[in-house]
């Protein structure tokens, strides 16, 4: 085409280039930007058209490709404006030198609130009027501009502060163990909830200062959109508590990030003490009251199992000290129907670094006490997991399915054959019977709680004696913790002074001085655990005491 002609088409369509420039612009100058932008590249494509069937067409072809152009050019990095705050594109990828302000902006945008966000979002991203967005999230009018009007002042505050990241942002906390103490449900304890390391940061950052969900995503240095999931989880499953104005507490247990190894010597010191006395004066109270027990089960025939157990049971539930405290908000109730205080061990600094330690005892861990009902069978276990047992797994391998399939197998209800070989497996496995079919733990006929009735509680002479030191020990103890956990810190300390550990004491002493004969193989299998039931095993003869 000759250029008088092409001149000719500009001249003529120049106004509607320029009509179509202005509805496409935000500006003057920019739909000046545009025109030029259309003019120039229309002029050079009619020099070189031969011919033009539709001109109409040819032309707003050219002009919608030209505008787009200039978006992807140019419009995305000029973005629109939040009150002088450049708000780019989401589809913007070549940021160029405006990266950084584009970083910081989308960081403060997701630090805005989740309904503050779907605003911003709609209106400034997607063009949604106001009205739409009222309609779209189900609130009035005035509500939309409320909240848009306060993105924009936390937006441009936001944007001028310096965000700190807290300090679990720069080195988040680790677990070493996780237990609980209570009824965990189908999912298992919390470890279920607590072993992805997020989930655990987010439960301890509320735990020495209540936080709000933004304060909580500062703390770990991240954006409240990251997590707002994680801790609706973690809030509907008990581990994280709201309190006034939306903060977050828990009542989940951690470790104190110190220890003092001449405090704990001291402890142990007291409770080697009360180990003593137990050993000498509460030991035989217990051997006496369960002397009446004749319809019982022991593999080898050796009583002293049944005994040893009592006493244990005995020392670790029947001696702690009075302590009236509401431990009920300590419990964590999950959405699977788990009840249980949930612990959380953490590496620990010693504090006192030159200390020398005094004492060499073996390790005081025990695990329990540990229940298992059936309400298939009248089967009851209790049982305790510590180094004179040889059992392992812990709670997690200490199945009601065992007990069911042990009484099944004592009342001739299932045999030894491929139909119940699994059963037969998992009993062999746990070595609750043996390759020859004998049972090998311990089995009362009768109720566990007629039982354990029998057992004495400890003469309140000998309580009074320990209470003071005790509860003093306990009050120390409870000050490295936050406020909302002192009374279940100073409940354990004090009224669990007399413990499982106390318990373990007790036995060393009796095995040492020769009042129980050291445990063999098999007798590991059952000490401390006892199936209480209706009927005992076949076998009875070849072992009954």
């Known amino acids: 085409m000759d250029k008088q002609k092409a001149d000719e088409i500009l001249t003529e369509y120049f106004p509607k280039i320029y009509g179509f420039a202005v509805k496409k612009a935000f500006s003057y100058a920019e739909a000046e930007d545009i025109c030029a932008a259309i003019v120039e590249q229309l002029y050079e494509s009619l020099i070189k058209a031969e011919e033009i069937y539709n001109l109409d067409g040819y032309i707003w072809r050219i002009s919608e490709y030209i505008y787009s152009k200039y978006v992807s050019s140019v419009k995305?990095?000029?973005?629109?404006?939040?009150?002088?705050?450049?708000?780019?594109?989401?589809?913007?990828?070549?940021?160029?030198?405006?990266?950084?302000?584009?970083?910081?902006?989308?960081?403060?945008?997701?630090?805005l609130t989740k309904t503050r966000r779907e605003i911003v979002y709609a209106y400034y991203y997607e063009n949604e009027s106001i009205a739409r967005i009222s309609k779209q999230l189900g609130i009035p009018i005035g509500t939309v501009k409320w909240h848009l009007n306060q993105a924009r002042n936390e937006l441009k505050e936001g944007f001028v502060m310096e965000r700190k990241i807290g300090r679990l942002g720069m080195k988040p906390i680790k677990a070493t163990s996780i237990g609980h103490c209570g009824d965990p449900g189908p999912n298992g304890g919390p470890e279920f909830y607590l072993n992805d390391s997020l989930n655990l940061n987010i439960v301890y950052s509320v735990y020495y200062t209540p936080r709000t969900k933004e304060e909580i995503a500062e703390e770990l240095g991240v954006t409240p959109v990251f997590i707002e999931d994680k801790i609706n989880l973690l809030e509907s499953n008990g581990f994280l508590v709201r309190k006034a104005g939306n903060k977050f507490t828990t009542y989940a247990r951690f470790d104190s990030?110190?220890?003092?190894?001449?405090?704990q010597e001291n402890e142990l010191k007291k409770q080697l003490e009360i180990a003593q006395l137990l050993a000498k004066d509460y030991a035989s109270s217990v051997r006496q009251a369960v002397s009446d027990i004749h319809e019982v089960y022991i593999p080898g025939g050796n009583r002293e199992l049944l005994e040893a157990a009592a006493i244990f049971y005995g020392v670790a539930n029947k001696c702690q000290l009075d302590v009236k405290r509401d431990l009920s908000p300590y419990y964590i109730k999950t959405t699977d129907g788990g009840n249980y205080i949930a612990l959380i061990y953490t590496e620990r600094t010693q504090v006192d670094k030159d200390y020398v330690p005094t004492l060499n005892l073996p390790p005081m861990w025990a695990c329990g006490n540990m229940t298992r009902y059936s309400e298939k069978y009248p089967v009851c276990s209790w049982s305790i997991d510590s180094r004179y047992s040889s059992r392992e797994g812990s709670w997690k391998n200490n199945l009601t399915s065992d007990y069911e399939y042990l009484y099944e197998f004592m009342t001739g209800?299932?045999?030894?054959?491929?139909?119940?070989?699994?059963?037969?497996?998992?009993?062999?496995?746990?070595?609750?019977?043996?390759?020859?079919?004998?049972?090998?733990?311990?089995?009362?006929?009768?109720?566990?709680?007629?039982?354990?009735?029998k057992i004495p509680e400890l003469d309140e002479k000998y309580k009074k004696q320990f209470a003071d030191y005790a509860f003093e020990y306990a009050q120390t103890v409870a000050r490295d913790y936050p406020p909302q956990m002192r009374d279940l810190i100073f409940s354990w300390t004090a009224g669990g002074f007399i413990s499982n550990a106390v318990a373990l004491m007790v036995m060393d002493i009796l095995y040492a001085n020769g009042t129980f004969r050291a445990l063999s193989d098999r007798e590991k299998i059952t000490s401390n655990l006892i199936l209480f039931t209706d009927v005992l095993p076949s076998d009875t003869k070849k072992g009954n005491a």
């Open 413 to 453: 209800a299932i045999a030894d054959d491929l139909v119940n070989a699994d059963k037969f497996k998992r009993l062999r496995e746990r070595q609750f019977i043996s390759e020859n079919n004998q049972v090998n733990i311990m089995v009362v006929k009768g109720k566990a709680e007629d039982f354990f009735e």
């Open 76 to 111: 995305k990095h000029q973005g629109v404006s939040i009150d002088g705050i450049s708000l780019s594109f989401e589809d913007a990828y070549d940021f160029e030198d405006n990266k950084e302000e584009f970083l910081r902006l989308r960081r403060e945008i997701a630090f």
């Open 257 to 263: 990030p110190t220890y003092s190894l001449e405090k």
